[in-house]
């Protein structure tokens, strides 16, 4: 399957905004002080359900970007 060059950007540019968001949100997560994420100083279900989700939108962030990436190398190869 060949992608555009429009959509390989906007899949690559996707990873990155997905790595930007979720690493301010981990970041955000972990000084949390309203006693969401954590209880007497350990870690809460909430800490631990939101640390799954941005792990898996790590992952998720990742491989949309390598597809980008890869499509826009293939772009460069045919032109």
């Known amino acids: 399957m060949k992608l555009s060059r429009p959509v390989s950007w906007f899949l690559l540019a996707f990873g990155v905004w997905s790595w930007i968001i979720w690493i301010t949100f981990v970041k955000n997560l972990v000084k949390d002080g ?25 992952v998720l962030g990742t491989v949309v970007g390598v597809i980008g990436l890869r499509g826009l190398r293939a772009l460069r190869r045919t032109s």
């Open 34 to 58: 309203s006693g969401l994420a954590f209880e007497d100083g350990d870690p809460t279900a909430y800490f631990w359900v939101h640390l799954l989700l941005a792990v898996v939108s790590f």
